[in-house]
């Protein structure tokens, strides 16, 4: 959905939040503010009822009394409760209990705007529902500018990106350890659950709230409604403690030489932490492609690994303080870092600690890495491939390494219509219902007459290699091109260490797939 239809819809929502937050929470208050100089009167309650209303969303109600007050030797009539506005189902119960305190005939006391008379209230404190107008004012308003500043934030990005843009390998580091800092923040995530869980069990209080003191079927049978809602609530109280608690704990510090970071080096790292109160500490290296495909809301996300080894798994507190360890990065069915707007190779350390309490903390430790320091070269003398059409033959090795030299030849048939042409070499990566292109090479060649051939060369780039992934593929083609850019011929090409594509495979877990106990454990 683009800026035409998110920005709009975003203003609606903000104007919505602001609406409610005025008529629901701060004309109110301001109202309650104001009444602190107005006078009481004795007055006579003439009327009193709850007023029901019924629609397609269910029932609301309004506490609705009348009443007769003299001001000044002048009478008046009243019909104001409270500073509250329209009808609402939060605090039915005590809507119930307002009516029969106040019969027709009783004798209360009311309070009157001296500058208006004609304004009068019988209760000058904040209505129930102000709390619930107060989240609207800050949620919807919150929500309408997140939206707005996405979509213009993916506006810009697919303004200055180019889905064809190649991704740079990582750059290379200088040698030396350096401290790798996780992704994420625990703040972060405390906050947010923690505001997420304020706002659920807020409005599922004062919806309980309508209960008190007051009971029918009707009640009842809305309890019932709200019984799930409040057990969804306590969950999220207990997940909203446990990513507070887990914020303040301390943090593991990993240190390494990012220089050594190659496919097929072996890296040593360090560990610490200030203060331990973990009882088990469980470090593992972990590969994964990430891929999103689709449009607007139909956007998805997978991320699969391709790679997993157990490194650490210590249950001695003294051990887990510090330690030092070494990891080696695998060479095959691997890809080194990439980073992109739809598609990434993600390497981490990702590192379970449990508390003694039961809780596990995640940290993830990204690691840029690159390729490996010595490509491993195709193999000598590779075959030739042949093919033919338009009039035209093309011969290229069919499997090279990056960084190799393709020497080939083209020759134009007998029978071939005369004209000009071009050779080009590219890749393309498919991800499930999308797909990328470039081209990194091209060539025009002379004018060749039928009978007549040429030969070529060209040093092959150091990436993107030929992959068959569990989500995304890359393939090279080399083609040659009629005056119009029509492609006449085309031979596939691998290029990837050792002339052999890069398949990369869901690792098996040890012991079998994980039960949802240990799942919710953290375990491996």
């Known amino acids: 959905m683009g800026l035409g239809y998110l920005v709009p819809f975003g203003l609606l929502f903000i104007a919505f939040g602001l609406a409610a937050g005025w008529a629901l929470a701060l004309r109110p208050v ?89 304004q009068a209230v019988l209760q000058r404190r904040l209505p129930s529902g102000i709390w619930l107008g107060a989240l609207f004012g800050l949620v919807f308003p919150a929500a309408g500018g997140g939206v707005i500043w996405s979509a213009i934030r993916a506006h810009r990005q697919a303004r200055n990106e180019s889905l064809d843009a190649p991704n740079p390998a990582p ?17 972060v995530g405390a906050v947010v ?10 409005a599922v209080g004062y919806q309980l709230r309508g209960f008190h003191g007051g009971f029918d079927w009707f009640s009842l049978f809305f309890l019932l409604q709200l019984v799930p809602f409040a057990l969804i609530g306590l969950v999220l109280l207990l997940l909203a403690f446990n990513a507070i608690y887990a914020a303040f704990l301390p943090r593991m510090e990993l240190r390494l030489d990012p220089s050594l970071l190659r496919l097929g080096a072996n890296v040593p790292f360090r560990w610490n932490f200030k203060r331990m109160v973990f009882k088990r500490l469980q470090l593992q290296l972990e590969a994964r492609e990430e891929a999103t495909w689709g449009y607007g809301g139909e956007k998805q996300t997978a991320r699969p690994r391709f790679h997993q080894t157990a490194l650490l798994d210590l249950n001695d507190p003294s051990a887990l303080v510090e330690g030092r360890s070494e990891f080696t990065l695998p060479l095959e069915h691997v890809l080194p870092t990439l980073t992109g707007k739809h598609r990434s190779i993600v390497w981490e350390l990702v590192a379970r600690c449990t508390h003694r309490w039961g809780l596990v903390v995640t940290e993830q430790f990204p ?15 590779p075959a030739l491939a042949v093919q033919t059409g338009g009039g035209i033959s093309l011969l290229a090795p069919g499997a090279l390494a990056p960084g190799e030299t393709l020497v080939g030849n083209i020759i134009r048939e007998a029978v071939a219509q005369p004209g000009a042409l071009t050779l080009r070499l590219g890749w393309f990566r498919e991800i499930r219902d999308s797909r990328e ?51 006449l011929v085309t031979t596939p090409l691998v290029i990837a260490p050792g002339g052999v594509p890069v398949t990369l495979e869901s690792p098996a877990i040890a012991g079998g797939p994980r039960s949802w106990k240990t799942r919710l454990r953290g375990g491996p």
Not at 36 to 58: M, N
Not at 98 to 109: E, F, I, L, N, Q
Not at 171 to 187: L, N, Q, T
């Open 437 to 487: 292109a470039e081209v990194v090479w091209a060539r025009s060649l002379p004018e060749l007459a039928p009978g007549t051939d040429v030969d070529f060369e060209v040093t092959l780039p150091s990436e993107p290699w030929t992959t068959k992934g569990n989500l995304m593929t890359v393939e090279w083609r080399l083609e040659v091109l009629d005056a119009a850019g029509v492609p």
């Open 193 to 202: 659950m923690g505001l997420f869980a304020l706002v659920w069990n807020t």
């Open 367 to 381: 690691l840029p890495v690159r390729g490996p320091e010595r490509i491993q070269p195709s193999p000598a003398n």
């Open 30 to 118: 301001l109202l309650v503010a104001e009444s602190r100089h107005w006078e009481s009167v004795p007055c006579e309650i003439v009327s009193s009822k709850l007023d029901e209303s019924r629609d397609s969303d269910g029932s609301t109600f309004q506490v609705e009394i009348r009443y007769r007050y003299t001001y000044q030797g002048r009478s008046y009539t009243g019909d104001s409760y409270d500073f509250g506005t329209g009808h609402t189902n939060v605090g039915v119960g005590a809507m119930h209990d307002v009516v029969k305190a106040h019969p027709p005939g009783a004798r209360k006391s009311c309070w009157v705007d001296p500058d208006h008379p004609e």
């Open 171 to 187: 750059a290379a580091p200088a040698g030396g350890e350096a401290e790798i800092k996780p992704s994420g923040g625990r703040p």
